[in-house]
Nanobody, 124 residues
């Protein structure tokens, strides 16, 4: 059983940056592909970014964040990161990290483990 804990959310002005972290425990971290999703009020939980297992050589992003967000992982620290730059008010949401065995996916239904989320609020 994998436990995930997100941190790093907060309030930032438009154009600013935040780095989210997701610490994993309870499994072999490098065996898991990791994803970030977000959910704004009264909206569905949407895909943001994903990174493959092991060395994380494969990464992909939602179109809305491409060029602004970067996903990375540090297997020695059992942590996945989401660096968010040039933030916009539309990025305001609760951000969740998720894990699944081996293969990264943009589909939230394919992820087996989820964190509790961290709030990101971008003011205009």
């Amino acid at each position: 059983q994998v436990q995930l804990v997100e941190s790093g959310g907060g309030l930032v002005q438009a154009g600013g940056s935040l780095r989210l972290s997701c610490a994993a425990s309870g499994g072999t971290f490098s065996d898991y592909a990791m994803g970030w999703f977000r959910q704004a009020p009264v909206k569905e939980r949407d895909f943001v970014a994903a990174i493959s297992s092991a060395s994380g050589g494969t990464k992909f992003y939602a179109e809305s964040v491409k060029g602004r967000f970067t996903i990375s992982r540090d297997n020695a620290k059992n942590t996945v990161y989401l660096q968010m730059n040039s933030l916009k008010p539309d990025d305001t949401a609760v951000y969740y990290c998720a894990a699944r065995a081996l293969v990264a996916s943009s589909s939230r239904s394919r992820y087996d483990y989820w964190g509790q989320g961290t709030q990101v609020t971008v003011s205009s």
